[in-house]
């Protein structure tokens, strides 16, 4: 599969490929963090989002892995299909506040 | 629908003009969030609501926006004497206390 080591805006991957998008948050204070997937035209949907007091969590073909110490989120996506064709954003907050959205990663698959 | 919705979906305007959108969040939801985004970045925050009380305003909502939520359930986002510049796709999202944000289509706005 495609990765990513630091954020870059693009990523191509072919169908069936396993993906993996990263993303470095700002706020060590954060503990809260969601990844999202937007389509053109379309808001924000919702993937898999991860609590500060766990390192991984999985959902259905996503997976997101949360370093606290590098302050780092990535977000797996097996069996990539190009209906995931998208831009991937994480976001992060604390309890209570608004959350604060990563630089997207836009990922394209080719069949 | 049990999802966010956000009326209108699109909106062109003259400059100068006042613009107004609406937003429903999902009706179990408390916490309502106002967010701007633009070609290419991510969505920027503008403003939140804790059921009628508007807690936290960005430093980008200048005095020509104004934000209400009168009974702690639909939004409204009023643009003042709009600008070339406000041209944007207005996101709204819900959540609850300890849940994550779902968020509507957004409202394309473009000022010409």
């Known amino acids: 599969g495609e990765s990513v080591g630091l954020h870059l805006p693009t990523l191509s991957v072919q169908e069936g490929d396993n993906s993996i998008i990263n993303c470095a948050y700002s706020n060590s204070a954060s503990d809260y963090f969601i990844w999202y997937k937007q389509e053109s035209g379309k808001g924000p949907q919702f993937i898999i989002d991860i609590r500060s007091n766990m390192d991984k969590r999985q959902g259905q073909r996503v997976t997101v892995l949360l370093n606290k110490t590098v302050k780092h989120l990535s977000l797996q996506i097996a069996a990539t299909q190009p209906g995931d064709s998208a831009v991937y954003f994480c976001?992060?907050?604390?309890?209570?506040?608004?959350?604060?959205f990563g630089k997207g990663t836009t990922l394209s698959v080719s069949s | 629908d049990t999802g966010v919705s956000q009326n209108p979906r699109h909106k062109i305007t003259k400059r100068g003009q006042n613009v107004t959108f609406r937003c429903d969040p999902i009706s179990e939801h408390n916490r309502l969030y106002w967010y701007r985004q633009t070609l290419g970045q991510g969505p920027e925050f503008l403003t939140y609501f804790q059921n009628e009380a508007q807690l936290e305003k960005s430093r980008l909502l200048s005095d020509r926006f104004s934000a209400e939520r009168p009974k702690g359930s639909f939004s409204t986002l009023e643009i003042q004497r709009t600008e070339q510049g406000d041209s944007a796709m207005y996101l709204c999202?819900?959540?609850?206390?300890?849940?994550?944000?779902?968020f509507g289509p957004g409202t394309r706005l473009t000022v010409l």
């Open positions: 976001a992060e907050n604390q309890a209570g506040t608004a959350l604060i």
């Open positions: 999202a819900s959540s609850s206390e300890t849940g994550g944000s779902f």
